[in-house]
């Protein structure tokens, strides 16, 4: 595997299930980001974690919870959703270095649906 | 002040033709410039970048124009091709600041 892998590609939920979402970066990376694109909107940043740190939560509702077991590693854990969070969500990975700009590389994403 | 403004949504162009989308922002902070490149079931791709010290950068048939005092900056895609039908974004940052990501436009580039 190379780059950034994420996992299930597609996934369609009922309000009441849990479910987690996975990605792998397979490229050395100390920074990973999880985003959320919706239609018309712009990318929203959700989490960011530094190695293995987080360092930003961008006013995620309790509903969304990551975990960052490595630098390598990150999931999204997904409990009572509700049908406005369907959308692509997805796994970013770069090196983050204070005295450069870190280019981002991304997974393909996981389109979510909750009925 | 974090927002970046993206124009046109959509854009249809005929092959060989230049497509240019317009992006503009506020925060003086910002001093990173990148434009990324979505194909349908694909996360973004970073295709160039630019910071503030330049007007221009080229990579091939891609340009971005850059004007610091009106706070705007564009890409220019010369001789278009169907395979460069995908959504670009802008974006922006400032030192190791989060990316801002303006909405996007959706480029389709008719044979």
């Known amino acids: 595997e190379t780059g950034v892998t994420q996992t299930p590609r597609h996934l369609v939920m009922g309000m009441t299930n849990k479910k987690s979402l996975k990605c792998e970066q397979h490229l050395g990376h100390n920074a990973m980001y999880w985003y959320k694109q919706s239609a018309k909107k712009p990318l929203e940043l959700m989490f960011v974690?530094?190695?293995?740190?987080?360092?930003e939560n961008n006013s995620v509702p309790s509903r969304f919870s990551p975990e960052c077991p490595n630098s390598s590693h990150l999931f999204l854990h997904l409990h009572t959703l509700q049908p406005e969070d369907s959308a692509l969500y997805l796994c970013?990975?770069?090196?983050?270095?204070?005295?450069?700009?870190?280019?981002?590389?991304f997974g393909p994403g996981t389109r979510l649906t909750v009925l | 002040q974090q927002q970046v403004k993206q124009s046109p949504q959509s854009l249809i162009v005929q092959k060989g033709g230049i497509s240019i989308i317009n992006c503009a922002y506020e925060n003086t902070a910002f001093d990173y410039f990148p434009w990324y490149q979505q194909f349908p079931g694909k996360g973004p791709a970073l295709l160039i970048a630019i910071r503030p010290d330049v007007s221009e950068k080229k990579e091939g048939r891609f340009t971005i124009s850059f004007n610091k005092s009106a706070k705007q900056f564009s890409l220019h895609i010369m001789d278009s091709q169907p395979g460069d039908s995908a959504t670009y974004f802008c974006?922006?940052?400032?030192?190791?600041?989060?990316?801002?990501f303006g909405k996007g436009t959706k480029l389709t580039v008719n044979p």
């Open positions: 974006a922006a940052q400032g030192g190791s600041e989060k990316l801002v």
């Open positions: 970013a990975s770069s090196h983050r270095d204070r005295s450069s700009y870190n280019e981002q590389f």
């Open positions: 974690y530094n190695f293995k740190e987080q360092t």
